[in-house]
């Protein structure tokens, strides 16, 4: 009996098929890669939100009103966008992500220092910023304003244009592993079980609020670490799944179910913080996972703004590229720059020059 | 698979250590035609559910290769037979060998299953555990109707070549 399948075997139809080259491999991974990890698919926190609606039509609740939600369907949210986190396309060392955040933001010019001549404008930007995937080559930024919209003043004379492309001599690889610095090799270093992930993240934000002088709300302060670095565009989906999944461990959770921000729907979350001018509201798409952008949400009127106004908005994307564009790099003002104290937060802690080019 | 983390280097490198198997596997049942779509289906699961692949993945690979054509069989149903007749029925013009292997033939002429078993003891090399696992069934099954398909595939082998063995008795 061994005979048939020694015969079958020399009878393979597949014997002598060439495997894939280098290039078709890669090209295959890229269109794999490409796309989303987990389909679409009805959110489960789109479920729990209207069970809890339900409740509160039938009298059984709190009663019905149209914005936020509090805690539990929060947390279905930050789960079911966790669970939903696509896969980060494989990045060849020698690219570059380049994140891009598009927003608005409020904008003010005063060119004698007299109140009579000071202007206002919604300004819209494109910020975007070339990360080198294997931190071994320096990054590159810039930052372009677009259409203004006055709000205040007699609108003339316009801001300056400035010039925000830069890059420095230091890399990555060159930066302290602390979360001032939010590098793929720090942040690799992270916990990524959620209540290991959120004691972490507690720590830090207590030390950055004890450095500042400011004893803020903790809660507040942990969820603001967490924004800033879902937002910065640096951390791959586990840790974006990992992060999703702490922040759903903080109390004071808020819900906003359907907001828009430049264009793009989602739903929002934010941590109750009644009485304080203004909070910081993450906005993501549960059904694809993804971390769509921020909304700086008026909580209490100043200003021209009342409460439930938004101050300021912005969306990100993230993608790899394989090279910085030569324009870029022709307009990039260039600095050198140490760290001068690396506990410090790096606005702070670097001191930069400008270098001759 | 050297690395546990599930994320796009692991991928990655599931990618590179299986697309060969699998292409075989594939080219084995649909033939060099259809088989890169069977890949790429096949590894477009695997990205989408990376979690759920097996450890060792080549076994998870096969079943979900298998479940693939099974799923799709109506679909490649046609192209497959177009391959199997391309395979018998070279093109006047084709180069090479024009007889086909008789075992090819008896494997067409086996019940699905059993010839299943033998290809995937035969070219895939696998254990009746892992033939169990890609198809869905008891180890125990496995080893009887393998047994069971070795039989028949040698009465058909045996009728192929000597056609005059299985005449009736006059």
């Known amino acids: 009996m061994t005979d048939l399948i020694d015969r079958l075997r020399q009878s393979d139809p597949a014997e002598g098929v060439a495997t894939y080259d280098e290039l078709t491999v890669r090209r295959n991974l890229n269109a794999l890669t490409g796309t989303p990890r987990v389909t679409r698919r009805a959110p489960r926190w789109a479920l729990a939100a209207a069970a809890a609606l339900a409740v509160a039509a039938l009298g059984l609740g709190p009663a019905l009103a149209p914005t936020p939600m509090v805690n539990s369907a929060a947390a279905e949210v930050l789960t079911?966008?966790?669970?939903?986190?696509?896969?980060?396309?494989?990045?060849?060392?020698?690219?570059?992500?380049?994140?891009?955040?598009?927003?608005?933001?409020?904008?003010g010019y005063?060119?004698?220092?007299?109140?009579?001549?000071?202007?206002?404008?919604?300004?819209?930007?494109?910020?975007?910023?070339?990360?080198?995937?294997?931190?071994?080559?320096?990054?590159?930024?810039?930052?372009?304003?677009?259409?203004?919209?006055?709000?205040?003043?007699?609108?003339?004379?316009?801001?300056?244009?400035?010039?925000?492309?830069?890059?420095?001599?230091?890399?990555?690889?060159?930066?302290?592993?602390?979360?001032?610095?939010?590098?793929?090799?720090?942040?690799?270093?992270?916990?990524?079980?959620?209540?290991?992930?959120?004691?972490?993240?507690?720590?830090?934000?207590?030390?950055?609020?004890?450095?500042?002088?400011?004893?803020?709300?903790?809660?507040?302060?942990?969820?603001?670490?967490?924004?800033?670095?879902?937002?910065?565009?640096?951390?791959?989906a586990a840790l974006t799944s990992a992060l999703l999944r702490s922040t759903a461990q903080l109390p004071n959770l808020v819900l906003d179910e359907d907001v828009t921000v430049r264009g793009v729907s989602g739903v929002g979350i934010r941590l109750d913080r009644s009485g304080e001018g203004t909070a910081w509201e993450l906005v993501l798409d549960p059904a694809d996972g993804q971390v769509l952008g921020q909304r700086h949400v008026v909580l209490a009127p100043f200003g021209r703004w009342q409460v439930g106004e938004v101050h300021s908005e912005s969306?990100?994307?993230?993608?790899?590229?394989?090279?910085?564009?030569?324009?870029?790099?022709?307009?990039?003002?260039?600095?050198?720059?140490?760290?001068?104290?690396?506990?410090?937060?790096?606005?702070?802690?670097?001191?930069?020059?400008a270098a001759e080019r | 698979m050297r690395t546990t983390r599930r994320d796009a280097a692991w991928f990655e490198a599931l990618y590179r250590a299986h697309h060969a198997a699998v292409l075989r596997y594939a080219v084995r049942r649909v033939g060099p035609d259809d088989a890169d779509d069977v890949v790429a289906e096949v590894f477009a699961t695997a990205w989408r559910r990376l979690a759920a692949v097996g450890e060792p993945p080549l076994p998870w690979l096969y079943r979900t290769a298998h479940h693939h054509l099974l799923h799709h069989q109506r679909a490649h149903a046609q192209r497959v037979r177009l391959a199997v007749r391309l395979h018998a029925e070279p093109r006047p013009d084709a180069p090479g060998p024009a007889v086909r292997d008789p075992l090819l033939d008896v494997l067409d002429r086996l019940p699905p299953d059993d010839a299943e078993l033998l290809r995937l003891t035969a070219w895939e090399d696998l254990t009746p555990t892992d033939i169990a696992y890609v198809l869905g069934i008891a180890p125990g099954t496995v080893r009887t109707r393998l047994h069971r398909a070795r039989q028949r595939a040698q009465t058909l082998l045996a009728e192929t070549l000597d056609p005059a063995f299985c005449e009736e008795p006059s």
Request: hydrophobic share 40%; net charge negative; aromatic share 6%.
């Open chain 1, 110 to 236: 005063n060119p004698d220092d007299d109140p009579a001549h000071a202007s206002t404008w919604d300004a819209e930007y494109v910020a975007t910023e070339y990360v080198s995937v294997d931190g071994t080559r320096p990054n590159w930024q810039d930052k372009k304003f677009g259409e203004l919209t006055l709000v205040e003043g007699p609108g003339s004379p316009l801001p300056p244009e400035h010039n925000n492309a830069r890059t420095m001599d230091l890399t990555d690889s060159n930066l302290p592993k602390v979360f001032a610095y939010p590098t793929a090799a720090f942040l690799a270093t992270l916990p990524q079980e959620p209540t290991a992930l959120i004691a972490a993240l507690r720590a830090e934000a207590a030390a950055e609020q004890e450095q500042a002088g400011n004893p803020a709300d903790l809660d507040a302060a942990t969820f603001d670490l967490i924004r800033r670095i879902l937002v910065s565009g640096r951390a791959d």
């Open chain 1, 80 to 107: 079911a966008t966790a669970e939903a986190v696509p896969a980060d396309p494989v990045a060849g060392p020698h690219q570059y992500w380049k994140i891009t955040e598009q927003g608005v933001e409020v904008l």
């Open chain 1, 315 to 353: 969306i990100f994307t993230r993608e790899l590229v394989d090279a910085v564009p030569q324009e870029l790099q022709d307009r990039a003002l260039r600095f050198t720059c140490h760290i001068e104290d690396p506990t410090e937060i790096a606005e702070l802690g670097m001191l930069c020059e």
